[in-house]
């Protein structure tokens, strides 16, 4: 069975210091793997996905995420916080050979000026 | 961009009655949609694939003739919540798969906020 752990419930950075949210997976297969952002109001965005290419992964707002194997994690990484990146982050693993999407349980981010 | 729309954003309802909502994606054709469910401060959870011309595929636990699910063109999927009780009361999200092939992107719409009093 594919899962993914979302180690922080919960993330504050200060307004333009480094953002790192951490997510770790476990799968018998070659994961695909997205990160998902939810700001309120608002349907939830695509940021990036790992799917078998280059181990690092260029997203959309500056955010990247490096998939490490050995490791099994997919953390989201952003150089510079800005305030509009306050917002729930889910990891998200896509079902062995499916388009189903399992979720993980969610990071808040908040962002300080 | 790819745009998924919901309607409606928010609805209140009496325990008892039945409430439709429907997912629509505007500049593309979804052969394929999910519907999602998210309780407060919690993640999604994928209740059924909805396919265009066929019936719904649900997942384990989740009542097929409680929450009633047609995609009837290329463009729309509703999910009917029937007989709603208070525990029904959720935040419902949809999916519209772009492409049709394997690994295609959701694209995400903005979510219903379903209330049964």
């Known amino acids: 069975a594919q899962s993914v752990t979302q180690l922080d419930s919960h993330v504050s950075v200060s307004e333009g210091t480094p953002v790192l949210l951490r997510c770790n997976y476990s799968s018998s297969y070659s994961p695909s793997l997205f990160w998902y952002v939810q700001h309120p109001n608002k349907g939830l965005q695509l940021l990036l996905k790992y799917t078998s290419a280059a181990t690092l992964v260029k997203g959309i707002n500056g955010f990247e995420a490096e998939f490490k194997k050995s490791e099994t994690s997919f953390h989201l990484t952003k150089p510079s916080a800005h305030m509009s990146d306050a917002a729930e982050y889910f990891c998200?693993?896509?079902?062995?050979?499916?388009?189903?999407?399992?979720f993980g349980t969610g990071t808040r981010l908040q962002v300080f000026p | 961009g790819a745009v998924v729309s919901q309607h409606p954003s928010w609805v209140i309802c009496k325990s008892g009655t039945s409430v439709k909502i429907e997912c629509r994606s505007l500049?593309?054709?979804?052969?394929?949609m999910f519907w999602y469910r998210q309780f407060p401060k919690q993640s999604l959870m994928l209740m059924a694939t909805s396919n265009e011309g066929s019936k719904a595929t649900y997942e384990q636990g989740v009542e097929k003739d409680k929450f009633l699910i047609n995609h009837a063109s290329l463009t729309l999927s509703t999910l009917t919540v029937t007989s709603a009780h208070p525990e029904d009361s959720s935040f419902y999200i949809c999916?519209?798969?772009?492409?049709?092939?394997?690994?295609?992107?959701?694209?995400f719409g903005p979510g219903t906020r379903l209330t049964v009093l």
């Open positions: 999916s519209a798969l772009r492409g049709g092939g394997r690994l295609d992107t959701q694209y």
């Open positions: 998200v693993v896509s079902l062995y050979n499916t388009d189903k999407l399992i």
């Open positions: 500049d593309f054709q979804a052969t394929t």
